[in-house]
């Protein structure tokens, strides 16, 4: 009885993992988003270099986070939850302004 618990619990928090991306994974899709607002001109060097410095300063805290607990606990996680859903929030602003640079080539 004791395995058939443990089974469906592994199942339940795979199920979970699945339908909400990784604090890792959302990095690599807002890395995306920046490299294609950079490479089709809808972002401006000012507008990438402060992305980038706020995704840098979210990327250190997440390490410090980890390092000092042994882990993310959940109230770090939703914290990190939102601190990278403010800054797809900002990527997305700024891919959308009037503010142009001329496409990369």
């Known amino acids: 009885m004791a395995g058939l618990t443990g089974a469906a619990g592994r199942m339940q ?10 604090i890792r994974q959302r ?3 807002q890395q995306k988003r920046i490299a294609e ?15 980038e410095k ?6 250190q805290e997440i390490r410090r986070d980890r390092k000092t ?5 959940p109230k770090e996680r939703r914290q990190i939850n939102r601190q990278q859903n403010r800054l797809s929030r900002e ?9 142009t640079a001329p496409p990369a080539k």
């Open 13 to 22: 928090a795979q199920g979970t993992a699945d339908r909400s991306p990784t």
């Open 37 to 51: 607002g950079i490479e089709n001109g809808q972002l401006t060097p000012r507008e990438t270099a402060r992305i």
């Open 91 to 99: 990527i997305y602003r700024q891919k959308h302004d009037s503010q």
């Open 27 to 29: 990095e690599v899709n």
């Open 69 to 73: 607990g042994g882990g993310l606990s």
């Open 54 to 59: 706020q995704e840098s300063n979210l990327n």
